[in-house]
């Protein structure tokens, strides 16, 4: 294992998309947000394809709701699909999420509650995407501001039984991680070792901001503000345990800063990921 194996890369956003492409040669991957091309016309598919001739990239989603009361939404699958088939990425994922119930959307990824029933509510819809596509999505554990009422499971519990009965890899995003363990008051070492190091294959990094009064505060995951440190620390854990390249992406919804800025992100990532493969390495030789 070299660190050459593993990708880096940025989510494709129209405000980056200069930097991205003029930088191309420090970029392994370009990450696009599926939903945002659901409703595209001719002209912007094309230009995805183009971009998708350029690089590799991951096709993620935002509003299937795969830990939903409902089945998840045909139409919306439909429309993953048909991306999928166009561009054929590297991998497409989603979240572990609830966004809708009743007939109502909730306009948020909510984190359901953590039951077997949510389980098995998952799995179907987990086969019912990799039917529609083709391929069984990735999926992502998502930041909570709020504990989810009835669980009779933790977190790494849910998601490891979401992952062992499904034909689905993990992308296991480390500021969510990171922002769970502080606002809720578990040790994120742990939730790693818990989880099944084979399945996880790709990694988001990205940094938040805390809200609240002092004494209540809880950590948010904004994709505002640079990775911080202790992300990279959780980057060197995941990368020291998992036995197969991986995929990282670095996210940044706004308050953009110079492209050069997010490329020292990812080479920060690229020095974690490294420092756990060598960790790695030397356990196996010791």
Same mark, same amino acid.
């Given at each position: 294992?070299?660190?050459? @194996?593993?990708?880096?890369?940025?989510?494709?956003?129209?405000?980056?998309?200069?930097?991205?492409?003029?930088?191309?040669?420090?970029?392994?991957?370009?990450?696009?947000?599926?939903?945002?091309?659901?409703?595209?016309?001719?002209?912007?598919?094309?230009?995805?394809?183009?971009?998708?001739?350029?690089?590799?990239?991951?096709?993620?989603?935002?509003? +299937?709701?795969?830990?939903?009361?409902?089945?998840?939404?045909?139409?919306?699958? @439909?429309?993953?699909?048909?991306?999928?088939?166009?561009?054929?990425?590297?991998?497409?994922?989603?979240?572990?999420?609830?966004?809708?119930?009743?007939?109502?959307?909730?306009?948020?990824?909510?984190?359901?509650?953590?039951?077997?029933?949510?389980?098995?509510?998952?799995?179907?819809?987990?086969?019912?995407?990799?039917?529609?596509?083709?391929?069984?999505?990735?999926?992502?554990?998502?930041?909570?501001?709020?504990?989810?009422?009835?669980?009779?499971?933790?977190?790494?519990?849910?998601?490891?039984?979401?992952?062992?009965?499904?034909?689905? @890899? +993990?992308?296991?995003?480390?500021?969510?991680?990171?922002?769970?363990?502080?606002?809720?008051?578990?040790?994120?070492?742990?939730?790693?070792?818990?989880?099944?190091?084979?399945?996880?294959?790709?990694?988001?990094?990205?940094?938040?901001?805390?809200?609240?009064?002092?004494?209540?505060?809880?950590?948010?995951?904004?994709?505002?503000?640079?990775?911080?440190?202790?992300?990279? @620390?959780?980057?060197?854990?995941?990368?020291?345990?998992?036995?197969?390249?991986?995929?990282?992406?670095?996210?940044?919804?706004?308050?953009?800063?110079?492209?050069?800025?997010?490329?020292?992100?990812?080479?920060?990532?690229?020095?974690?990921?490294?420092?756990?493969?060598?960790?790695?390495?030397?356990?196996?030789?010791?």
């Amino acid at each position: 294992m070299t660190a050459t @194996d593993d990708r880096f890369g940025i989510g494709w956003r129209p405000e980056l998309a200069l930097g991205i492409l003029a930088n191309l040669d420090r970029i392994d991957v370009v990450e696009v947000v599926a939903d945002d091309f659901f409703g595209a016309t001719k002209s912007e598919r094309g230009s995805l394809a183009t971009l998708a001739a350029q690089v590799p990239i991951t096709l993620h989603g935002v509003s +299937l709701g795969m830990a939903s009361a409902n089945s998840v939404d045909r139409v919306r699958l @439909d429309k993953m699909s048909r991306l999928v088939n166009e561009l054929s990425p590297i991998f497409w994922s989603e979240h572990l999420a609830f966004v809708r119930g009743g007939g109502l959307e909730i306009g948020h990824l909510a984190a359901p509650p953590r039951t077997a029933d949510t389980v098995y509510g998952t799995l179907a819809n987990l086969e019912r995407a990799r039917i529609a596509t083709g391929s069984a999505p990735l999926v992502e554990n998502i930041a909570t501001l709020i504990d989810p009422p009835a669980s009779d499971m933790d977190e790494a519990a849910w998601v490891s039984q979401v992952i062992g009965g499904s034909g689905s @890899d +993990l992308l296991l995003d480390l500021h969510n991680l990171y922002a769970n363990s502080v606002n809720f008051g578990f040790d994120a070492v742990d939730y790693i070792d818990r989880l099944p190091a084979e399945r996880i294959r790709a990694i988001h990094i990205a940094g938040g901001r805390w809200i609240g009064r002092p004494g209540e505060k809880r950590l948010l995951d904004d994709h505002l503000h640079r990775v911080p440190e202790l992300v990279y @620390d959780l980057l060197d854990c995941v990368s020291a345990r998992a036995p197969h390249p991986l995929t990282v992406v670095l996210e940044r919804d706004g308050d953009y800063p110079s492209i050069d800025v997010l490329l020292s992100e990812l080479d920060r990532a690229r020095e974690a990921l490294e420092s756990g493969r060598q960790k790695r390495s030397g356990a196996a030789h010791g």
